[in-house]
Each structure stands twice: as structure tokens, then as C-alpha cells.
């Protein structure tokens, strides 16, 4: 039987989404191997730094392997003191004391990095929080030391987060100076992206400033400065957060980051009548989205001694099985447009009040378009199950398939 004029319009529709949907995910791939940030690569490693004059040289970023093309994100604070003390400071607010003596200037090497500072105005920001610090699990990165003319790549010397892994957390890799007289720290904000199966960098500038506003204006702290390292990386301009620590005994100040939660509780209640299907349909997806954020970090609080990879690993099974199925099954007997759109709007709304839960405000143009992918491939999957009830045939769900299928696979396999 031939088609009729009414169907050729839907299937080229159809056609055009999956269109979109490979477009999107393209355009995500491509995002993610370019240089989006207008930064030149710093390959050879010429570019070192001396956080204090004469002493140990520093390449002000972080990689993912001991090679300068692997680099990934640039070093934004340095800590002035011994590396040991520091790590107590950070983590033992109460519990350290500092010898009486004074610190070094941490003057750049004039060669390398100007000498100018800029002096941070303790009143500039809130500083009466501070971030509780624990011990934190992440990928290993690696940066390079030169001592008198010998190199040497070193892995982290310790990481700490503020926050959750399997949520939203700010996190630290330490870097210990040899010479035991400054601690080089990447910081930078970031959340657990459930299709990635990986963090998601969101920024390093706010919670550089996060961190060295905690130890404004505080009795442990000598004075805190911005030095131009001239790394900059994501949404820093390369200035680096100096911070000079003192003697004295610091008291331990009230615990003032997890907790900036915000849940949307409003659910509307004028909806068209005779959508309960659709509505069920759009809830259903929100609720097991945002199940398997909350779970996985309930497993991650609850099991502290088990990696968060085994918690989150039926976590993802059931987010990439169960999201799916639930929008073909209860498609099935919803209006076809409906479906779509309240496929769409659950899942969509679930990933933005996640991120506004996490509170993350700023997303790579390649997470964005993904997303998006992944939002048309489930309202088609969802229209193809209530296409299918009175056609037999569910081809936009097979196209919503094959889109939810390619968004898994790159993403999981590093591509986005």
C-alpha cells in the first residue's frame, strides 16, 4: 500500500529530528577535541614558573599523563608554607600549629612572572563560611618540577573535595613543592555527569576565589595576592591566588558549603484534562533522573569505605535501560505530540533542576548540545510507542533508539 500524503510529512519530521539528534551529537564531539578556549597548548613545557624566587620551578597546570600535550587544566593557588602544616590547615582548622617565623616573600622569578601583585580587599567577598575539606577520590594528574636543572613529573600529593562524587563538590589536587616550601593546588568546581560516567568540569575561576576568600581576613593568614602565572585555562585569566600563611592557632569555623540545595517543589496543576497519561509519562522521567543522582550519592554517603564506581555502576544501568522503556511503555496510548513534549519536559526539567541542585551555572557548549540529543531520541522513542498503538509501526522509536544508543556510546567512551 502506498503511503498516504499524511504520513510522508511525520516520517520526513521523524527524519529530520534523527537528523538533528546525529548534528547535535556531532557537534558535541567536535567541541570536545577543540581548542574552544582560544588558548595555545603549552606542549614543550618552556613555560615554568618559580612560585618563590630561587627555588623550586613550577609548569603552572596539570595533566592527565606525564606529557605536556595532555594538559588539561592550569594551577590557580599556591599555599606558602610547609606542605605538611598547609594539608593540616586545609583539613584541621583547629587541630594545627605554626612555627613562629617568617614566611617566604614568594616573589616570581623576574624572567618568568612579573613581579607585580594585586592585593585582594578582604571586604571584597563574603568570607564568614568556611569550606569544610575531606579526603576525595579522582582521576590522577600529573605536573612537572625542575630542581636545579632536574625534572620530574609528580602525581598529586593529595586530593580533598568539598561535596559529594557522585553530586556536586569543589575539588582539590594538592602538589607539594621538594624544597617543602609551597603547596601548588588546582582547584576547580565540578559534578558527576551520569552519561559520562565522569566529572564535568564547570569552572576553576569561582572556586579559586571560594578558597582564597576563606582565608581572607583570617588570624593564620599573612596576606593573600594574585600572581600572573599566565596559565590561563576554562574561565581563568591566569592569575594565581597566592596565599601567605602565619602563626597562631586558627579556631574551628562553622562548616559552610554542602548544602546549597535547591529542590523545584512547584508542579503544575492546570495541565490539559485528559493527560494524565502524558503527565505520568513526563513524572515518571523526572523521577528516576533525579532518583539516580540522589541514590548514588546516598550510596556514596552511606558506603564511605566503597568506591563510588561500584555505587554508581547499577546506577547507570538503570538510567540508560530504565529511562527509555519507561517512555515507550507509558507513550503507548498517549497522544503522539503530548508524548513527545512530555517525554521531553520531564527528562529536560530533571537535568536542569539537577544542575540547579548542584548549582552549576555554566555548561561546554558540547554538554549542552548532548543533552539536547538526548532529550529528542526519548520524546521520539516516547512518540514511537504511541505512533505504534494504532500503526503497528514504531519507526521514530527506532530512530529515538539508535539517537539514545550513539549519545550513550560517545559519551561513555570519552568522545563528548
Known sequence: MEPSEADIPADAAWVAVGLVVVGSLGGAVVLAEWPIWGVADDTDGTHLVEPSEGGTELWPYTASARDYGTRTLGINVVFYGDPDEIHTVLTERSAFEWEDEQLHEGDADAETVSTDRINVNPEADDIGDVISWGNAEGSTRYTYFEVDGEGQWVDESYQLHAGTYLGERKHIRAYDDPAA????????????DWFRLRHTVTGISESQRALEGDFMGQPDTQRVVRMPFDNPTVDSDGWVSGIHLVGGLVPLLAVGLVGRTRRATQV??????????????????FAVYTAVRWLGVAGELAFPDVSPKIVAAPLFVALVAGIPAIAYRLGRGSAEAWAFTFAALGLGAAIVVDYAAMGTTVLPLRVVLHRGAVLLSIGLIALGGAHSVGTGRSTPAIVGAFGWGLAIALSLFGYI
Open 268 to 285: 503544575g496543576k492546570r495541565f490539559l484534562r485528559g493527560r494524565r497519561r502524558e503527565i505520568a509519562l513526563g513524572a515518571s522521567l
Open 181 to 192: 616550601e609551597w603547596t601548588a593546588v588546582q582547584i576547580h568546581d565540578e559534578h558527576w
